[in-house]
């Protein structure tokens, strides 16, 4: 399939009390991650099926939510694209150092996706 949905991920205002609960509703394995300055990534694994993460949410004052991330294979030309296509770009390409790219837009119904280039060695 072309361009699948890859990584899940929250952005909690509450970082504890949500590991708490999905570690207790779900068998999910949950992983913290250093991020230097930026602080913690807890990563998601799932075992069959799309992993995620979670973490504090950036964004003073807006109520936890989940984002889906879906695969391109070029974050620039992808970005561009759903800006030529009428999307608002929220974040544009930034480097994951060691994993790949990410931007965030937001469609022009005002539903928010991420999209995700893996860094291949």
Do not use: C, R
Request: no cysteine.
């Amino acid at each position: 399939m072309a361009n699948p949905f890859v990584h899940v991920e929250l952005n909690t205002t509450d970082v504890d009390k949500a590991k708490t609960f999905y570690g207790q509703l779900f068998d999910w394995k949950l992983e913290d991650m250093q991020m230097g300055p930026s602080g913690t990534y807890t990563t998601i694994k799932v075992g069959d099926g799309t992993g995620g993460g979670l973490l504090k949410n950036p964004m003073p004052g807006v109520p936890s939510f989940w984002l889906a991330y879906v695969l391109v294979d070029d974050i620039g030309a992808a970005t561009k694209k759903a800006a030529a296509l009428g999307a608002k770009i929220v974040k544009d390409s930034i480097e994951v150092p060691d994993m790949g790219w990410l931007s965030i837009i937001e469609d022009p119904t005002g539903a928010a996706l991420g999209l995700w280039q893996t860094k291949t060695s």
